[in-house]
């Protein structure tokens, strides 16, 4: 059972355009979303992160939004550039005595110079 | 600062063979920890969470299994390796609080032959 589902297994964006990476989940118990970028062969790192209570959070090139009612949240980047390329995993988390974390397939990103 | 140990970096075992895998936190006390396996092409599933000294959850019922004997070390062990076994293991830790973001480790590639 996917509760966090990235339905795009690749984008490809050229330089300086906007990647737009999306995620849907389904367990509505999620109340934090976080964005991972991941290298191959590397562990993930934290990008970004947005509550359940919020639809927006900007931190430089990178914007998250949340669509609660669609149970859809988004990762804008822009200007997009090559060294963005990379797999972008988004990822829910939910309190059930430990805080949990629940990733999806994730997303390759290539940016094209 | 904190960081995160993982080792070995990659691993060939034989089918039958035992397993062990270590994490190691430095810098920070108490962290909740957690095992994750990402096989190929696939996302990042979670095994096992420690939220403190001998605590374990099992998220998904398979044959390996996890300790934590120290506040800061996280093991991860099987008594015999099958070939789905195979991926790339990732520990990461996060701080107490309610803040969601974990940070990972550099990851094992096990190789199960």
């Known amino acids: 059972d996917q509760q966090v589902k990235q339905n795009s297994p690749s984008l490809s964006v050229q330089e300086g355009r906007i990647s737009i990476l999306n995620c849907d989940y389904t367990?509505?118990?999620?109340?934090?979303f976080l964005w991972y970028k991941k290298y191959p062969a590397e562990g993930p790192t934290f990008l970004i992160s947005?509550?359940?209570?919020?639809d927006k959070n900007e931190d430089g090139r990178f914007t998250v939004f949340l669509n609660k009612s669609a149970k859809h949240l988004s990762l804008h980047i822009v200007p997009s550039q090559p060294g963005d390329s990379a797999v972008y995993f988004c990822a829910a988390g939910v309190n059930t005595g430990g805080f949990k974390t629940i990733f999806g397939a994730g997303t390759r990103l290539f940016v094209k110079a | 600062s904190q960081t995160i140990h993982q080792w070995p970096a990659t691993l060939v075992q034989p089918v039958g063979s035992p397993l062990s895998l270590e994490c190691t936190v430095e810098g920070t006390s108490n962290p909740n920890l957690y095992w994750y396996r990402q096989a190929a092409g696939r996302g990042l599933q979670l095994l096992f969470y420690s939220v403190g000294i001998g605590q374990i959850s099992s998220e998904v019922p398979q044959n390996l299994s996890a300790s934590r004997p120290q506040d800061r070390q996280f093991i991860l062990s099987s008594k015999k390796l099958l070939l789905s076994d195979s991926g790339f293991y990732l520990c990461?830790?996060?701080?107490?609080?309610?803040?969601?973001?974990?940070?990972f480790g550099p990851g094992t590639r096990l190789t199960v032959t």
């Open positions: 367990n509505s118990m999620f109340d934090y």
């Open positions: 947005i509550s359940s209570i919020k």
């Open positions: 990461a830790w996060r701080s107490g609080g309610f803040s969601y973001e974990q940070y």
